[in-house]
């Protein structure tokens, strides 16, 4: 089996988004392999009392995003009438598919409180054939997310999507795709498979790590995009003075073309209108 190397590391860097929310994301975004189509790291930014600001509402159709938080504490709502919190820890999948529209705000509790703010938002293409599927929403609590760890104890794995160290999660994907939040200590090194016929990439936030046998550092705030193969070798020097974390996202590309325009992403330029013109109609979804 062939060992995957990093073919490619890209910068990221900070900007404001969502009405003024810091997030970090690759530069250029264009670069982030099929399926993936948006890389945030969102913060993590310290608010004080009543000051913090997410995304309001706003609309969505072709694609599903993916909410990861680690600090802090959201509320999303939407105009079909699902609403949930999002605390440290938990992940919300949004198949978007024909439509939503909703609004990722702070809870209100944290908002006047204030606080530290910190997680992540991808997004993830559909294939043509689920482009227009019915919305679905996958609102997993952090207990319910499985967890794996190596044998010495040096790495350990959130299994968000996929299957790592013996874990395998708990959310359906149309697209096959494996979403990993690894923390390694100094010294661990772990072989990941990737199935080969996915594309990947792994996202540093915190410390460094090598990847693929030519031990290739990637450091905090830093993209790796994949080479081909099947093996993926990680780890940690063993003279690091702290912990890497970091994201490893890999999918089945769908090779198909993309059109892509603000928060719609559709495989023409047609589609796009179209969309647009459902949105202004107030037609894009089904309202209760
Ligand atoms: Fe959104």
Not at 43 to 54: F, L, R, S, T, Y
Not at 83 to 91: E, F, I, M, S
Request: with cysteine.
């Amino acid at each position: 089996m062939l060992n995957r190397e990093i073919q490619k590391i890209i910068p990221t860097r900070r900007q404001l988004e969502g009405g003024g929310f810091p997030v970090r994301r690759p530069f250029p975004m264009s670069e982030v392999p099929d399926p993936f189509l948006l890389l945030d790291e969102m913060g993590p930014v310290d608010w004080p009392p009543n000051k913090a600001i997410g995304a309001p509402e706003h609309p969505h159709r072709g694609f599903e995003t993916v909410t990861y938080l680690l600090q802090g504490s959201m509320q999303h709502r939407d105009s079909a009438g699902h609403a949930g919190d999002l605390n440290p820890g938990d992940v919300q999948w949004m198949t978007a598919g024909s439509g939503v529209i909703h609004s990722e705000l702070p809870h209100p509790d944290f908002l006047a409180s204030g606080g530290t703010s910190h997680g992540f938002q991808i997004w993830v293409n559909l294939p043509t054939k689920d482009k227009m599927m019915a919305p679905r929403y996958q609102d997993i609590p952090k207990s319910e997310i499985p967890v794996g760890q190596s044998d010495d104890g040096l790495t350990w794995v959130k299994v968000i999507a996929g299957e790592s160290l013996g874990a395998s999660a708990v959310i359906d994907t149309v697209q096959p795709v494996h979403y990993l939040h690894f923390r390694m200590e100094p010294g661990a090194e772990h072989q990941q498979h990737v199935p080969k016929n996915f594309n990947g990439l792994v996202y540093c936030f915190a410390g460094a790590f090598w990847a693929g046998t030519k031990c290739t550092q990637i450091k905090n705030g830093s993209v790796g995009i994949l080479g081909p193969g099947e093996l993926f070798e990680i780890g940690v020097d063993g003279r690091a003075e702290e912990d890497a974390e970091f994201l490893l996202l890999a999918g089945e590309p769908t090779n198909e073309p993309i059109a892509r325009w603000g928060p719609f992403v559709m495989n023409t330029q047609e589609e796009i209108m179209q969309a647009v013109e459902d949105y202004e109609h107030g037609t894009l979804v089904q309202r209760p």
